[in-house]
């Protein structure tokens, strides 16, 4: 493990100190440190890099386990894996693969932990031991499908997974099919079953999906096409209905835009979400309960390219993972306009995610 700060002590913020941290993934293929542990200043929401680890290449994605006590990364790689590691960084064990390509997302599950795999087009279930390092795949669930763009929908890439607001049921988010597939996690067995698949509007490429803090709507972040679409969310029955679609740039904006994700405020007001190529956060205004959304205005990321959004746990402030500028600025979000106002950033090279914990 590598260390930008070599002193003895244990500064507030440390991993294994008081105070707020984050943790950035990075892709060391392209330049970055892998994992980098971050001290969270709570008053401006500065970022101050503590240590870094490049133990498992491609560390794209990271989770954080509810006891706050390991952060999960995938090693997105053709042959796939997930790794453990303890809050210094130590690696937990060696690399567990997902038997499937190019990992780029994680989430946990009543003591499972997920994987989306885009090259493969598939869903992992890794059984989590009691120590919280996972075990070998359980299950591997293939998505099939394809979509019209002959160039990035020539088959399944699945791209986000992630558990309901309830926790009965998990989602698997296809750029490639263009859908969302519900499921349901057996967790005697791991194994998941596709209860449905939603298609969404042909050729949109949907990528990422958030939900609403009161747990009834859903908004699915397209790639292929700057816009998000406003989902019902029926828990009782696992439905999930689209509902809108909505413009996440301004009519009349030239060149590509490519959104990559989306996070909601913790009050529900304001959904926030990621362009690039346009290299802007959009802010959008939500209403009626979270089935409106509307595009107040669009701001600068502060860097190229933000492969990735997240919020603090206070709400205060939101973070852009800027992966070819190779940074992570902080903004104060405005709470009566939600608009992210430039705080500062902190060098990152090749960074793609941020998570707090």
Same mark, same amino acid.
Request: net charge negative.
């Given at each position: 493990?590598?260390?930008?700060?070599?002193?003895?002590?244990?500064?507030?913020?440390?991993?294994? !100190?008081?105070?707020?941290?984050?943790?950035?993934?990075?892709?060391?293929?392209?330049?970055?440190?892998?994992?980098?542990?971050?001290?969270?200043?709570?008053?401006?929401?500065?970022?101050?890099?503590?240590?870094?680890?490049?133990?498992?290449?491609?560390?794209?994605?990271?989770?954080?386990?509810?006891?706050?006590?390991?952060?999960?990364?995938?090693?997105?790689?053709?042959?796939?894996?997930?790794?453990?590691?303890?809050?210094?960084?130590?690696?937990?064990?060696?690399?567990?693969?997902?038997?499937?390509?190019?990992?780029?997302?994680? %989430?946990? %599950?009543? !003591?499972?932990?997920?994987?989306?795999?885009?090259?493969?087009?598939?869903?992992?279930? *890794?059984?989590?031991?009691? /120590?919280?390092?996972?075990?070998?795949?359980?299950?591997?669930?293939?998505?099939?499908?394809?979509?019209?763009?002959?160039?990035?929908?020539?088959?399944?890439?699945?791209?986000?997974?992630?558990?309901?607001?309830?926790?009965?049921?998990?989602?698997?988010?296809?750029?490639?099919?263009?859908?969302?597939?519900?499921?349901? *996690?057996?967790?005697?067995?791991?194994?998941?079953?596709?209860?449905?698949?939603?298609?969404?509007?042909?050729?949109?490429?949907?990528?990422?999906?958030?939900?609403?803090?009161?747990?009834?709507?859903?908004?699915?972040?397209?790639?292929?096409?700057?816009?998000?679409?406003?989902?019902?969310?029926?828990?009782?029955?696992?439905?999930?209905?689209?509902?809108?679609?909505?413009?996440?740039?301004?009519?009349?904006?030239?060149?590509?835009?490519?959104?990559?994700?989306?996070?909601?405020?913790?009050?529900?007001?304001?959904?926030?979400? %990621?362009?690039?190529?346009?290299?802007?956060?959009?802010?959008?205004?939500?209403?009626?309960?979270? %089935?409106?959304?509307?595009?107040?205005?669009?701001?600068?990321?502060?860097?190229?390219?933000?492969?990735?959004?997240?919020? /603090?746990?206070?709400?205060?402030?939101?973070?852009?993972?800027?992966?070819?500028?190779?940074?992570?600025?902080?903004? /104060?979000?405005?709470?009566?306009?939600?608009?992210?106002?430039?705080?500062?950033?902190?060098?990152?090279?090749?960074?793609?995610?941020?998570?707090?914990?």
């Amino acid at each position: 493990m590598s260390s930008s700060t070599a002193s003895q002590a244990q500064p507030a913020g440390h991993p294994d !100190g008081p105070g707020a941290r984050a943790f950035i993934g990075s892709f060391t293929s392209a330049g970055g440190r892998g994992v980098i542990a971050a001290a969270v200043d709570p008053a401006t929401g500065a970022l101050t890099v503590l240590d870094a680890t490049d133990a498992v290449p491609d560390p794209s994605y990271l989770a954080l386990a509810a006891d706050g006590r390991t952060v999960y990364a995938v090693s997105e790689r053709e042959e796939g894996a997930v790794a453990a590691f303890d809050l210094r960084l130590a690696k937990l064990g060696e690399p567990v693969p997902v038997g499937g390509g190019s990992p780029t997302h994680l %989430a946990l %599950a009543d !003591g499972h932990l997920l994987a989306a795999n885009y090259g493969s087009g598939s869903v992992t279930v *890794l059984p989590l031991h009691d /120590d919280g390092t996972p075990g070998e795949a359980s299950c591997v669930l293939h998505h099939l499908g394809s979509g019209p763009d002959v160039s990035r929908q020539e088959g399944p890439h699945a791209h986000q997974v992630l558990p309901d607001p309830s926790g009965s049921r998990v989602l698997s988010v296809d750029l490639g099919t263009d859908s969302v597939r519900v499921c349901t *996690l057996n967790t005697a067995t791991g194994t998941l079953a596709v209860t449905s698949e939603v298609a969404l509007r042909p050729g949109s490429g949907p990528r990422h999906l958030a939900f609403h803090p009161e747990g009834s709507y859903a908004y699915v972040v397209n790639e292929l096409t700057p816009t998000v679409t406003v989902c019902r969310w029926e828990t009782a029955t696992g439905t999930l209905t689209p509902l809108s679609e909505v413009p996440l740039v301004p009519e009349g904006t030239e060149g590509p835009s490519y959104a990559s994700e989306a996070v909601v405020a913790r009050d529900g007001s304001f959904l926030w979400v %990621a362009n690039r190529g346009h290299d802007s956060i959009s802010v959008l205004g939500l209403s009626d309960g979270g %089935a409106r959304a509307e595009l107040r205005t669009t701001v600068p990321c502060g860097g190229h390219w933000p492969r990735d959004l997240a919020i /603090d746990p206070a709400g205060r402030h939101l973070y852009a993972a800027n992966e070819r500028s190779g940074d992570v600025t902080w903004f /104060d979000i405005d709470p009566g306009s939600g608009i992210p106002q430039r705080g500062g950033s902190v060098e990152a090279p090749a960074a793609s995610c941020v998570i707090f914990g």
